[in-house]
């Protein structure tokens, strides 16, 4: 690593130091100010303790020594003090012990609402550039870091820096002479910490990283584990996961050796200063040199233990700092994103019509909604009543600016009209419906929904008005009945047990042990696609909304539980504005128009009937002379 990026990344490096000392101060202020105190008092205790070596040797002690009836009341008054001392360092150990557990489980429970307050505003764009597994790290991996440097290092480094300060002025006032001497062997402890520890802190940001690539490819060999049986992959599996696993290794072999080497180097350069301070302070001693004492060596010994240890704590809470920081900087990172974007100022709105047929607004659900739309040029607000009709109008877009996906596409889906795409893979079906959803913006042209440009409609209200049914569905651990209950979370009992009917799903419900009190773990593995697929109609039924979108929805089950699915569909899309996206053609022909594309442009439309007699490509897929792939 050169120079230049060294200092970038010990710039960034003091930057997320300071940003989590924020999250501790800014929300336990009080408690660290009492953490402090209690640190500060344990520093000073432990200092006079053995700073009361040198009083108790050249004042109580030595002077009893050769007395044949020797008073020991100074002596038991000197240790009483002495023991006061102690049990107030003990008390306050105990008090910021205590208080930096509340802080850190705290400060960490911040780090994590936030965190997933912040994601749930994130674009579709950033969960497809991250896999599951890095992003689940931040929350395991890099929080429990977090956790580690927040309730053990802080409170040792604080310790031994108050330690190190009290201590440093102890030995000057003991013994000027021999604290120069300590001075020039902790600026060589210096030089080794700042080589040994650069040398760590680099490769624990590099272990970090490396058990995010872990994680993400085991939580998606786990996802995959029928895949990869099915094709016999498990010899490739292994040797994709022990290229990881082998960079882990080296990148936390090589980070912990260098944090374990520095321990027993401080710890050794501490032991040479104290037999240097013993020489030098005999010598000095003998000659009569600086005001010694045997007392005050004995003290000025423990002092360059006390003066040292602390330098050896910093060392051993050195990795768990570097590997903190480098999580908090992850984390930063993430919660730094920039959040989904939405200038939408159109909302939806419950509504009514008055007796003269005007649109208003009601509080009260009605079963009709409308597009609330303020005008800012002149104050005025208008309803639109929402009908479902969806409009492309020279619509372009590519995920990247250099690749484009569609092309110049015209379309339209009338109110109650059944729209359906077809097209080869990567011809951009799914596209289209993302675009709908907002989830991407168009780079060219626009959309007009119920004759409004969506850029215009708040996202929230956009989504809130479109239905979806994947072919992916996604059941989430709960009942049945808190499943189909999501698309509508204010929904009744009685409005699921419909939604279910509705979707043809309430028959192999009523034949589970529990029926809609059903727990569903592991996103449903209990119930076949099928009936997965069933509880996802049920879902959007119940959403009630006028514009649906089924993407491939039956692409992943057999013909026989197609049918049940297809009515529950077709019960589904009655009066409602349909976009279809389906492999099997048979489930489309009933569509008001077919649109096929290739390579993001439209090449044919119109009926079933009248692509039939274009013998086009429609034609061709329909009769089997070309496949979809």
Known sequence: MNKKKQGKMSKNTLKTAGRLLKYVTGTYKKEFVIVIVCIILCSIATIAVSFSMKYLLDDYILPLVGQTDPDFGGLYQALTVLACIFIVGVVGSFLYSRLMVKIGQGVLKRVRDEMFEHMQTLPIRYFDQHTNGSIMSLYTNDTDTLRQMINQSVPQVLMSAITIIVTFIAMLVLSPLLTLLAVAMIFVMFLVAKKLGGSSGKYFIKQQMDVADVTGYVEEQMNGQRVVKVFNHEEKSEEEFDVLNEKWYHSSSRAHTFASIMGPVMGNIGNILFVLTAILGGVLLLEGIGGLTIGTIVAYLQFTKSFTQPFMQVAQQFNAIIMALAGAERIFRMMDEEPEVDDGYVTLVNAKKDADGNIIECEERTGMWAWKHPHQADGTV?????????????????????????????????????????????????????????????????????????????????????????????????????????????????????????????????????????????????????????????????????????????????????????????????????????HRLSTIRNSDAIIVLEHGRIIERGTHEELLKLKGTYYQLYTGKLELS
């Open 382 to 582: 208008t309803y639109t009543e929402l009908k479902g009709d969806v409009r492309f109008y020279d619509m372009s877009f590519g995920y990247t600016p250099d690749k484009m996906v569609l092309h110049d596409l015209t379309l339209y889906a009338k109110p109650g009209q059944k729209l359906a795409f077809v097209g080869s893979t990567g011809a951009g079906k799914t596209t289209i419906t993302n675009l709908i959803n907002r989830f991407y913006d168009v780079q060219d042209g626009k959309i007009r929904y119920d004759d409004i440009n969506i850029n215009k409609i708040k996202k929230a209200d956009l989504r809130h008005s479109l239905g979806i049914v994947l072919q992916d569905t996604h059941l989430f651990t709960g009942t049945i009945m808190e499943n189909i209950r999501y698309g509508k979370l204010e929904a009744t009992d009685e409005e699921v047990y419909e939604a279910a009917k509705l979707a043809y799903a309430d028959q192999f419900i009523q034949r589970l042990p529990n029926g809609y009190d059903t727990m569903l773990t592991g996103d449903g593995e209990e119930l076949s696609q099928g009936q997965r697929q069933l509880l996802a109609i049920a879902r959007a039924a119940i959403a009630n909304p006028p514009v649906l979108i089924l993407d491939e929805a039956t692409s992943s089950i057999d013909t026989r539980t197609e049918a049940i699915v297809q009515k529950g569909m077709d019960n589904l899309m009655k009066g409602r504005t349909v976009f279809v996206i389906a």
